[in-house]
Nanobody, 120 residues
Framework: QVQLVESGGGLVQAGGSLRLSCAAS????????MGWYRQAPGKQRELVAT???????NYADSVKGRFTISRDNAKSTVYLQMNSLKPEDTAVYYC??????????????WGQGTQVTVSS
């Protein structure tokens, strides 16, 4: 079994900051790319940021310069530092990991989601 558990969501005023964390646990052999996605009400889930096992990053244009993704490979954890938050950042944020299990099966795993609400 593999689990991804997110934390750090909440309510913040526009211009504020939040830090999301996502820890992977279970029968994991290795983790390749980890990422954050978000889904606002009535909209499709969209990519926010990804980070490879080597530290290469990719960001949605809408968050460049405001959000920073990082990871701690020893802790199998990915972080999303969100600064200068805007009301349009309001969404459920999901963590995703492309990983290989102890049985050498590679697949994508998703967390349960954490709500981020930015008030104007």
């Amino acid at each position: 079994q593999v689990q991804l558990v997110e934390s750090g969501g909440g309510l913040v005023q526009a211009g504020g900051s939040l830090r999301l964390s996502c820890a992977a646990s279970g029968h994991i052999f290795s983790i390749q790319t980890m990422g954050w996605y978000r889904q606002a009400p009535g909209k499709q889930r969209e990519l926010v940021a990804t980070i490879t096992s080597g530290g290469g990053t990719n960001y949605a244009d809408s968050v460049k310069g405001r959000f920073t993704i990082s990871r701690d490979n020893a802790k199998s954890t990915v972080y999303l530092q969100m600064n200068s938050l805007k009301p349009e950042d309001t969404a459920v944020y999901y963590c995703k990991a492309d990983l290989t299990t102890s049985w050498h099966v590679r697949s994508d795993y998703w967390g349960q989601g954490t709500q981020v609400t930015v008030s104007s």
